[in-house]
């Protein structure tokens, strides 16, 4: 089936440093979504993309539907010690037929020392 | 507004057991799913429900029942529990009808499952 390659796994970085992460498929995406789980607490939407090129913003996050629609990047500025959790890259595949289910990565784990 | 309900939290069971997984929803949501995460796996999708009396399987269906008899509720049944299903299980719901809707997805806290 389709997967998604999210990199990297692991980040420990320190408070205040900048983070990037991107998910990466073989196959064309209609649609990109990052999701952010708290620890003990289920996946939240955190930003959504619908078109190539797209570039999205949510706070001090901002997301990007890469141009070949087979990628996505997300990045975090001025990482706080809140930011701590596991970002999920899901997309829904350019798909003929059928009903259209979304397909997670396998997550960016983010630890921020204070 | 409670959102996603998911009982119970925590559940140990012996390898043969069955039991079922409850999940409400209040927001009148046609999409309902239920996941299961894993370490290094990420989500993966076990059954869906596109409506009341409509559901079908995901990527992992495998030793799971489901049931959407109304729009507010979808449990998920392990007839006969396997180590292999501890695991934890998130259900998921989303608001419309079509494909167009359904990536937008409301999350339990989980249930945390072990099977001995």
Known sequence: GQQLNQSPQSMFIQEGEDVSMNCTSSSIFNTWLWYKQDPGEGPVLLIALYKAGELTSNGRLTAQFGITRKDSFLNISASIPSDVGIYFCAGLPRLWGGYNKLIFGAGTRLAVHP | ?116
Not at chain 2, 48 to 68: K, L, W
């Open chain 2, 1 to 116: 507004n409670a959102g996603v309900t998911q009982t119970p939290k925590f559940q140990v069971l012996k390898t043969g057991q069955s039991m079922t997984l409850q999940c409400a929803q209040d927001m009148n949501h046609e999409y309902m799913s239920w996941y299961r995460q894993d370490p290094g796996m990420g989500l993966r999708l076990i059954h869906y429900s596109v409506g009341a009396g409509i559901t079908d399987q995901g990527e992992v269906p495998n030793g799971y029942n489901v049931s959407r008899s109304t729009t507010e509720d979808f449990p998920l049944r392990l007839l006969s529990a396997a180590p292999s299903q501890t695991s934890v299980y998130f259900c998921a719901s989303s608001g419309g009808q079509g494909a167009a809707t359904n990536e937008k997805l409301f999350f339990g806290s989980g249930t945390q499952l072990s099977v001995l």
